[in-house]
């Protein structure tokens, strides 16, 4: 898809398939690498995917994202949600929007070499993390 097209999409349409990308990218990530029961890949991937996670990622994160990619990050953390996390706070909360939108806006414009570079880097950073 044309960038030029990505950009009529709202940052929270970014975030809502980047959300998805995330979830599915990180599950595809464990089952290649482990055998583990349901529940024990749920665990390790709901630490990954959670607000408070991508939100402390992307905070270590933003010096790599290139002008762009900061700028559709800070419409989606600017932008005004209509839900909120249950385990997160508002700031938590949207930082990990804004993330979101930057993943879905790789997403979109077709930039997968760079979207699985920062997908692998966010579980790299959680997993030493914990």
């Given at each position: 898809?044309?960038?030029?097209?990505?950009?009529m999409?709202?940052?929270?349409a970014?975030?809502?398939i980047?959300?998805?990308?995330?979830?599915?990218?990180?599950?595809k990530?464990?089952?290649?690498?482990?055998?583990m029961?349901?529940?024990?890949?749920h665990?390790?991937?709901?630490?990954i995917?959670s607000?408070n996670a991508?939100?402390?990622?992307?905070?270590?994160?933003?010096?790599?994202?290139t002008e762009?990619?900061q700028?559709?990050y800070k419409r989606?953390r600017?932008?005004?949600?209509?839900t909120k996390?249950k385990?997160a706070s508002l700031?938590?909360?949207?930082?990990a929007?804004g993330f979101?939108a930057?993943l879905?806006?790789?997403?979109l414009?077709e930039?997968e070499d760079?979207?699985?570079?920062?997908?692998?880097?966010?579980?790299?950073?959680?997993?030493?993390?914990v």
């Amino acid at each position: 898809m044309e960038e030029s097209l990505v950009k009529m999409y709202s940052p929270l349409a970014l975030a809502y398939i980047g959300d998805s990308i995330y979830d599915l990218m990180v599950k595809k990530h464990f089952v290649i690498k482990s055998n583990m029961q349901p529940e024990k890949y749920h665990k390790v991937v709901t630490s990954i995917v959670s607000a408070n996670a991508q939100s402390a990622f992307i905070d270590s994160y933003m010096d790599k994202l290139t002008e762009k990619e900061q700028a559709v990050y800070k419409r989606g953390r600017n932008s005004s949600p209509h839900t909120k996390a249950k385990n997160a706070s508002l700031e938590n909360y949207l930082k990990a929007t804004g993330f979101e939108a930057v993943l879905g806006y790789l997403y979109l414009s077709e930039q997968e070499d760079r979207l699985k570079e920062i997908i692998d880097e966010s579980i790299n950073f959680v997993v030493l993390k914990v």
